[in-house]
């Protein structure tokens, strides 16, 4: 089983930048460096939606189209920690924001998820 906790949601204004960071468990056979990871986000009355993912190695990365060029994902497996920098926020970034582990890059991975840290961007 693997355990993922997110962290550094916050409330931010447009422009600003926020870097979410999720931690695996700290159970040497959970290291999350054993899967693809992915961010994934949640507004109010909608569905949850696909926002980045990452390859085992970092060496492969995706985006949503609709934060390209805004947001990077990135990982490092030593820390057992993936991050999320996003850049240039809007007010539509405003969501609960998941991070999800998986053993699979494509479809972006779902099996594990962390609980979600509230990010909210204020015009």
């Known amino acids: 089983q693997v355990q993922l906790v997110e962290s550094g949601g916050g409330l931010v204004q447009v422009g600003g930048s926020l870097r979410l960071s999720c931690t695996g468990s700290?159970?040497?056979?959970?290291?999350?460096?054993?899967?693809?990871m992915g961010w994934f986000r949640q507004a109010p009355g909608k569905e949850r939606e696909f926002v980045a993912k990452i390859t085992t190695s970092g060496s492969m990365t995706d985006y949503v189209e609709s934060v390209k060029g805004r947001f990077t994902i990135s990982r490092d497996n030593a820390k057992n920690t993936v991050y999320l920098q996003m850049n240039s926020l809007k007010p539509e970034d405003t969501a609960v924001y998941y991070c999800?582990?998986?053993?699979?890059?494509?479809?972006?991975?779902?099996?594990?998820w962390g609980q979600g840290t509230q990010v909210t961007v204020s015009s």
């Open positions: 999800a582990a998986g053993r699979t890059y494509n479809p972006p991975p779902r099996n594990y």
């Open positions: 700290a159970r040497t056979t959970d290291n999350i460096s054993r899967y693809a």
